[in-house]
């Protein structure tokens, strides 16, 4: 379900089904960022739960509850982590 990163950085929001549950994915972000402390000011942010965790392939990978999708995206232009043009949603 998640796509690989191709060459140039690209920041996804990924939404995933599983049965009942959702969760929104945000992966690609620059690695100099401190994932924990973007975490928790989603987690704040939204009223909801969420991790960090590290994937092979993709590296540090923010997994939020819930259907965020729209939500972060514009959180993450509004603090000026991301440009709108290098954010793509999945599921839309």
Known sequence: MLRTLELEQRNTCTYVFSSRKSLTTVQGL???????????DLKKEFCCNGTVV??????????????????????????????????KIHGF
Do not use: H, M, P, W
């Not at 620059?30 to 928790?40: A, S």
């Not at 590296?59 to 999708?69: A, E, K, W």
């Open 30 to 40: 620059k690695k100099e960022y401190c994932y924990t402390k973007i975490l928790k």
């Open 54 to 87: 590290q994937d092979s392939e993709l590296g540090q990978v923010i997994q939020l509850q819930g259907d965020q999708r729209k939500d972060v995206s514009t959180f993450l232009v509004q603090a000026g982590l991301v440009k709108k043009d290098n954010i």
